[in-house]
């Protein structure tokens, strides 16, 4: 299976051929989503495959050449795949939960009215044509083994990303319903949402600016080591910070530019929450299992550089610290369940980050595998209740659905738990990991991650409270709302499994356990050879920091339900009281709006001073134009030879090039 | 004899079509689809009769012509003009199949203008003398001119005034720097002139400048450009592939072929100076792409922006950019020719190419917005694509040599995808414009037109190597011309 690999990136692409040529005129919608979703198991059937032979062969990484891509004198890349515990890692998890979303949006992507019956939907083919081209992009990315595949890997998900976002291009931006802060108190008003095809261009454009420094990074690689292949650059990596000291920090600092983008981080997150334009299988596939957690994967590929840039990776840290308490104060009020499950996104990606950047690298892969599990877990369960409520996914207008929908409301709070970090859930093992290993390096830096789990499990909570629990708020939404269908419950039943059990990859080893994703990922991770030794901390702090995370985790999760289901009027007072401080974070910090006037519309404003002034008045009409005329007068008064016929202007040119000619001739 | 063929068979075409009674439109039609088609099958032996990795010209030719004078019909390829060649039989086919149904008058003058056009273009980029190369690339300026000036918009006489006489212009110096040459070396065979010629560097400076800025008004550089949008505006469709996809590339084709060989020692004083106005050209296009209200007019702009990328491969990128920018010009070629095309089946349809006009068409016309959004992404440099791999190794290449200028250029995409996917955004997506009710979708013409175009997109942008180990040979020797001046200078 692993000189077989190829297939798990060929299958969905064949995928995508036969349903973006044949789906829509031919095959039909069934036929159509029975095809998507079994390329992809297929997929994942040959990674597993692969992944036993890797397992049996010990984790020893096999290159698997296709062929020559572009070779130019001293430049050639070839089109290989890099078998090894990492990229398996990632094609376990993309086509694992690739498949299960697939699953899941067979039935999602049908709308169907009160009496159960599908509309004829003629795009549903272009739906699961783009779904399939994600999931083979994403693996280019992860198998690729240069840095050119997955700069093309990188692109080709930010493309699909694009045509999922802007799924339904012909939709118009909606206006959202103002909070109310109780009588005789001003309700905040909220910015209208952009249009799917806005929100998808936003997530392009955005993600291009990071590409840029990306691929900054890569044409440094390539003029420092003359390659962009993994093995030989990282085999050239601690000789060349010896004779170069300045350029891994660069090439480090440059490709993290491109993750700042395609993860979502400060200052380039803006493209996430609006990213929820998007159909929500999008939403939980790209937007929180995968694609966004593409910069982790690049910084753990690239484990040797960073290590060899420890002030880069500091700030990578403080960047991804940041981010995470950042998303998640904007999350605490955000009244949309899935844009609290973006910022949450956002906030948990910085995790992520932290976590590689103090170094910590199987943390980081392991928090990643488990997000991927609970968050599309949750967003599967968002957008259960979205189809269940005909698109509604106001949290206003829910309330006490967990009656109406057991499978999705048990799911869900499977899913929140594990976010949250309550004991024993899969997130549990995986935050605290981080949150350990950032403490060693960061007491501060530890602080401001306690804190945003604490706010992590209080704003889970609350959606999850307010959607599910209480009285219902909107009666004839309540009325009609119903369980989904089976392709939906089982999408939702499986990762609420692995949400459960997730953590079981690894144990923490101070308690004695085997730490599976340790063993499985040490042969990616390269160790300096005259590296900073390694002090661990004492058992008992491992403890102190884990009782901490689990007593955070409850507590803000107790503080929800008080909030929220035993004193309602408590947090409407504190937004009124704290009115200002409340509007600052419904309106997200107001950043969309300052990087409009910062950049976009100076930069519309210096184009059309362009087109309009420099190119149109003065080169065109003033200079080109103006010395035409020029001529045209002089020649007026030459002759009248002029009648605007072309032959008679060729004429001149003879006569012109004759007499030129002749000067050569006889002088 | 092939490339003698390729100049003569739509020639031929040309004469032929001239016999045809004025209403025999059919026998027009399929009388110029058949030369095209004759004229791009005899130009295939060129790609698979090619010798790989070998350095010299091929499939050359050289018969006498003004024997006293020293002047001789010199023909041949390298890697610079194989695929320019394939290129231009390729999409002058394609230009006629999209004429089919586009023009009504006229019919019979057009498409031997057409196919004159081809001769000429085919002559320019096989010419390897001096002479034979001015006079073609004189006489492919005429046809177009006619093309624009007969069958274009409301604007076309101006259009087409400018373009000839701007082009004209330009080109009188490089006549002038020809007959320098040939007063210095005896002839005006090319490869006689680049072997033995010894002129000063002050002449080399001198004469770049007379050749370079001929090159220059045709790419367009930066600020030499507002010929092209006011051209493409008024075009008819044909005419704009024909000029976009072939015609620019002459510009930065014989920057490769005439300029750099000839006079390499002008290249440390004249390349800082491109390299700024490529690096303007590619920012200022895309800026003022971003504002316009006419589609073709923005693709006009784009152009500026792209052609920049080719001409900051040829004068900084070093071996990388210079076949980075060989492939970028038949990446151009396409993808824009696919805009261009595209903008037509609208245009033929809707006789508008405002954006206020369209909006949500992708509703109404699949196949049409599929393909649209295909030549987009080609154009946009998306991987998988041919545009990505082009615009990847000019800015790898630029970057070893001159980080800054890549950094800037590697800007210039970001403002690619602003630009481009607004022009997708305002026709394709948001809600659906009702003017564009009885719109329909492409036929199957006009259907297998895209699908040849995007196919080979796909093939380049997957197997750039089969490009790729015809081009090097010729751009390893300019390489190593530019790297032994650029030791000269240093010392």
Redesign the interface.
């Known amino acids: 299976m692993t000189q077989l690999i190829w297939l798990t990136i060929a299958l969905p692409i064949l995928g995508l051929l036969i349903n973006g040529l044949f789906g ?1 005129r031919f095959l039909g919608n069934r036929v159509v989503s029975i095809i998507a979703p079994l390329m992809v198991l297929l997929a994942f059937l040959v990674g597993v495959g692969a992944f036993f032979e890797t397992m049996g062969r010990d984790g020893e990484a096999v290159t698997v050449h296709l ?7 001293d ?1 050639s890349v070839p089109i290989n795949l890099l078998v090894d515990p990492l990229s398996l890692t990632m094609v376990l998890v993309v086509t694992g939960v690739g498949f299960l979303i697939h699953v899941y949006a067979t039935d999602y992507m049908v709308h169907r009215d009160d009496h159960g019956h599908a509309h004829d939907d003629r795009d549903f083919p272009r739906f699961f044509t783009f779904l399939n081209l994600f999931i083979a992009s994403m693996l280019v990315l992860v198998l690729g083994d240069n840095y ?1 595949m997955m ?2 890997g990188w ?2 998900v930010g ?1 699909s990303s ?1 045509l999922l976002i ?1 799924y339904w ?2 939709r ?1 931006s909606e206006e959202q319903t103002p909070i109310d802060l109780g009588p005789d108190t001003e309700p905040v008003q909220l910015q209208p949402l952009l ?1 799917p ?2 929100s998808g ?1 936003k997530a ?2 955005v993600n ?2 990071g ?2 420094g990306f ?2 990074g ?3 690689i ?2 420092t080591f003359g390659t962009l292949q993994f093995d030989e650059v990282f085999a050239e990596a601690v000789h060349v910070s010896e004779t170069m000291p300045t350029v891994i920090p660069w090439i480090t600092a440059l490709l993290f530019v491109g993750a700042i983008g395609k993860s979502a981080q400060l200052p380039l997150y803006v493209w996430l929450p609006d990213a929820m334009a998007g159909p929500t299988p999008v939403s939980a596939l790209i937007h929180a299992a995968t694609m966004v957690t593409a910069g982790v994967y690049m910084i753990v590929r690239s484990n040797i550089l960073y290590s060899l840039a420890p002030n880069v990776s500091l700030w990578i840290a403080i960047i991804g610290m940041a981010t995470a308490f950042f998303a998640a104060t904007i999350a605490l009020v955000q009244v949309d369940l899935k844009r609290v499950l973006a910022y949450s996104t956002v906030s948990q990606l910085g995790y992520m980050f932290a976590a590689v950047g103090v170094g910590a690298y199987t943390a980081g892969m392991f928090h990643l595998v488990t997000h991927a599990f609970f968050k599309a877990l949750l967003f599967l369960g968002a957008g259960s209740v979205m189809h269940a409520l005909h698109d509604v996914i106001d949290i206003r207008r829910m309330g006490g659905l967990k009656d109406k929908m057991k499978i999705t409301w048990i799911t869900f709070w499977i899913g929140g738990l594990a976010l949250a970090g309550f004991p024993l859930m899969s997130g549990f093992f995986s935050k605290d990991e981080i949150l350990a290993h950032v403490f060693e390096a960061s007491p501060i830096l530890w602080f401001f991650g306690i804190l945003t789990a604490g706010m992590t499990a209080f704003y889970t909570f609350r959606a999850i409270f307010i959607a599910f629990h209480g009285k219902p708020r909107d009666h004839h939404l309540y009325e009609h709302a119903h369980e989904n269908r089976a392709p939906i419950t089982f999408a939702l039943s499986v990762l609420a499994v692995l949400a459960i059990f997730g953590g079981l990859l690894g144990l923490p080893a101070f308690m004695g356990f085997t730490h599976y994703l340790d063993g499985w990922l040490e042969h990616v991770l390269y160790e300096l050879p005259h590296g900073a030794e390694e002090h661990h901390m004492s058992v008992t702090m491992e403890y102190i920091l884990m009782g901490t995370s689990a007593v955070i985790a409850v507590g803000g999760i107790a503080l929800a339900y008080f909030f929220y289901m035993v004193q309602p009027s408590i947090p409407q007072n504190i937004a009124r009281s704290l009115r200002s401080l409340f509007a600052l974070l419904a309106h997200k910090y107001w950043i969309d709006e300052l990087y409009d006037t910062l950049f976009v519309q100076p ?2 404003k ?3 001073a ?2 309009n002034g420099l ?1 149109k008045l003065i ?2 009409e003033t ?3 103006g010395s ?1 005329k020029l001529v045209g007068r002089f020649g007026k008064l030459l002759s009248k030879l002029e009648n ?1 016929y ?1 032959s008679n ?2 004429l001149a ?1 003879f006569i ?2 004759l007499i ?2 002749s000067y ?1 001739f006889l002088r | 004899m092939i490339l003698s063929l390729l100049i003569l068979i739509p020639i031929t075409g040309a004469i032929l079509i001239a016999f045809v009674p004025r209403e025999q439109e059919n026998v027009v039609k399929w009388l110029a689809l058949g030369t095209t088609a004759v004229a791009l099958v005899v130009s295939l032996p060129l790609y698979f009769g090619f010798v790989d990795n070998a350095s010299g010209y091929q499939f050359e030719e050289f018969r006498p012509w003004i024997p006293p004078l020293n002047i001789a019909y010199h023909v041949g390829i390298d890697g610079l003009s194989l695929f320019l060649i394939l290129l231009t039989t390729f999409l002058t086919l394609i230009s006629v199949l999209s004429s089919w149904t586009a023009i009504t008058d006229g019919l019979k003058g057009y498409m031997a203008l057409m196919l004159l056009l081809e001769a000429a273009v085919i002559g320019v980029f096989v010419s390897l003398d001096l002479f034979l190369f001015y006079l073609f690339w004189e006489a492919s300026l ?1 046809p177009m ?2 093309l624009i ?1 007969k069958w274009g918009g409301s604007r076309r ?1 101006y259009a ?3 373009f ?3 082009t ?1 212009a330009g080109s ?1 110096l490089m ?2 720097g020809a ?2 040459l040939y ?1 210095n070396g005896g002839t005006s065979d090319l490869p006689t002139l680049v072997n033995n010629l010894e002129l000063s560097q002050n002449l080399q400076i001198i004469l770049f400048f007379a050749f370079a800025l001929a090159f220059s008004v045709k790419v367009p550089l930066f ?1 030499l450009h ?2 092209l949008p ?1 051209a493409h505006v008024e075009a008819p469709t044909a005419g704009s592939i024909m000029l976009a996809g072939v015609l620019l590339k002459m510009g930065t084709y014989s920057y490769l072929r005439f300029a750099i060989p000839l006079f390499p020692d002008a290249l440390a004083y004249w390349s800082p100076l491109l390299v700024t106005l490529a690096i303007v050209g590619i920012l ?1 296009g895309a ?2 792409a ?3 209200d006419d589609v073709k007019k923005l693709v006009a702009y784009s152009s500026v922006a792209h052609m920049g990328f080719i001409v900051l491969g040829t004068f900084s990128g ?3 950019g210079m ?2 920018a060989v492939l970028q010009m038949i990446n151009h070629g396409l993808s824009t020719g696919m805009l261009f095309f595209l903008i037509g089946v609208l245009y033929e349809q809707r006789h508008t190419r405002l954006f206020s006009e369209y909006g ?1 068409l ?2 109404k016309v ?1 196949v049409f917005g599929t393909y649209f959004l295909l030549a987009v ?1 080609s154009s946009v440099g ?3 694509l041919n545009g ?2 082009g615009e ?2 000019i ?3 630029t ?2 040599v001159n ?1 800054i200028a ?2 800037l250029g ?2 210039g ?2 403002l690619a ?2 630009y481009l ?2 022009a997708t ?1 305002k026709m ?5 414009n009702e003017a564009n009710k009885n719109l329909k979708d492409m036929n199957l013409r006009e259907s297998g037109i895209a699908f040849a175009l995007i196919a080979l997109c796909f093939v380049i942008g997957f ?3 089969l490009l ?2 015809k081009i ?1 040979p010729a ?2 020797e300019l ?1 190593e011309i530019i790297k032994a001046t650029a030791l000269l200078a240093g010392q």
């Open positions: 829509r062929w020559n891509w572009t070779t130019i004198g430049f050119l700069y093309v692109e080709l493309v694009y802007g291009f012909d118009p249009s095809a806005a261009m392009f454009i291009r600016i590409d840029v691929a900054l890569v044409f440094l390539w003029s930069g519309l210096l184009s059309n362009f087109a190119d080169i065109d200079f080109i134009d035409a605007g072309t202007y060729a040119t012109g090039v030129m000619i050569f | 005429i001119a006619l000036g006489v087409a005034v400018k000839i006489i701007y004209m009188t006549l002038v007959l320098v007063v600020p507002t010929w006011t200022y800026l003022v971003l504002v316009q070093g071996q990388q076949s980075g949500g992708w509703v699949p992404f998306l991987p998988g990505f791999v990847f190794v800015l790898l290449g970057f070893k980080p890549a950094a590697t800007f995409i970001v995808a602003w996917l607004t955004r394709m997506m948001g809600p659906f197997f750039p190597n790729f180990d090097n751009t390893v390489a």
